[in-house]
């Protein structure tokens, strides 16, 4: 080297910057956001970085802009900028990642969070669940060992949400699933889903910090740790766990504060490889109330869900519950109540759990009668009328055709045979005249009611498929009036 000045580098400016920024932020914060930074060039006062992806990228001009804007200032002097470069995953395994350039935006904002990470970390850290302080050991995981892959039964309801799940289980935070977010209504299935996907980790490797908990109990704990000035220990609790599993993030809505917190902790975990599954009863698209930056992350990995199990799916279900619990049940009655109970499986459950109680209490066998009884504690309005409306939904919907269509004029053959099979019933259920029910399928007289009947009648007689078809409408349709 020539002269008399020693020449920066962007190596040795960096490394003035580090020793600046170290002494103004936590050590933890140093490490995650700071170390993992590589300088690339400087070029007069330009300071090229690299960091680890737009997450970081963004995480740094929110929070540490101020921060990095001044040691610049000191480091290279007034006109210093700071350039980053960013490694951009796309997802695709084996694909490699690209670089982009981004300039800092240098406005000098403020950190925007509500809570501001402490200056100085002391040994201990405040665990939430279990107070006072922890060891990583130590964190319970608030995990129910009985909800497990193996008695989580498959069908095509849970397919897509089980396989990601398995993977996730086997790979915490190295899949791009990641959040996981599974959503899907109530009792369908998506808190034993997550469980299960952390008891496996936990069952593959014991040391995993692994964190289960509802958002509700979440957000309280928030609320506390804002009462008693606890919030940094809280959100650095949160960031000791290697997997963050949070029930029902649609509670969330609306709570602002609550939601900048977990937008915090979730970056950082996410950013450092760690594991985030989610559940929802909605898909993100339909959340109300919750931050676009954070329905975005919400996004970000992937979203299965539960749909209703069939009625296989059901039996089965219904099976290994059974079997579990020792129980054996008339197959009759099991099928009687997978198919009466269609919508939910913690209903499903619940009535087995009926059965069995009513059974015993009484001394009754468990049959199709004492079912029969059992059932109408779990299907209200029980003295609805049959309209002539419902059961033209209720057909189209097993056909899967749009209600227009029967009252159309349409002769396309489903659409004709749908038309004569709501009518029949609309004739066999309902106390409507035949011209009333010829004016609900626009307005076709009472002889074409007629032959509609006696069609579905001759038909019942001779093919069987079709016979089928009616049993299972004619169930449908008496169920959703019980
Ligand atoms: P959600 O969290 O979606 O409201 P849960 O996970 O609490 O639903 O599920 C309700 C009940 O149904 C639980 O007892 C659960 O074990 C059971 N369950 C849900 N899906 C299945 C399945 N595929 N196989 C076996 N049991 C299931
Ligand atoms: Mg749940």
Redesign the pocket.
Known sequence: MTGTTVLKTSESSWNECLSIIKDNIPEQSFKTWFQPIKPLKLEEKNLTIQVPSQFFYEWLEEHYVDLLRKTLKSVLGIGSRLEYNIIVENGQAGSSPYTVNMPTNNTGKNDNIGVTMPLNLGGTIKNPFIIPGLRKVNIESNLNPS?TFD?????DC?RLARSAGFAVASKPGGTSFNPLMVF??????????VQAIGNQIKMNNRNKVVLYVSAEKFMSQFVDSVRNTTTNDFVNFYNYVDVLIM?DVQFFSGRGKTQEIFFQIFNQLHQTGKQIIL?SDRPPKDMKDIEERLLTRFKWGLSAD?QT?DLD?RIA?LE??MYSDGITIPQDVVEYVAHNISNN??E??GALISLLAQSSMNRKEIDIDLAKQMMKNFIKNSSKEISIELIQKLVCDYFNIAVDLVKSKTRKREVVQARQISMYFAKDMTKASLKSIGSHFGNRDHSTVIHACQTVNDLMDTDKRFRADVEELNKRIKISTL
């Open positions: 909800y008695n989580f039964i498959e069908g849970n899907g209504g109530v009792g369908l299935g998506k808190t034993h889903i029930d559940t539960l199990p799916t279900i290994q519950k499986i913690r499903l459950e």
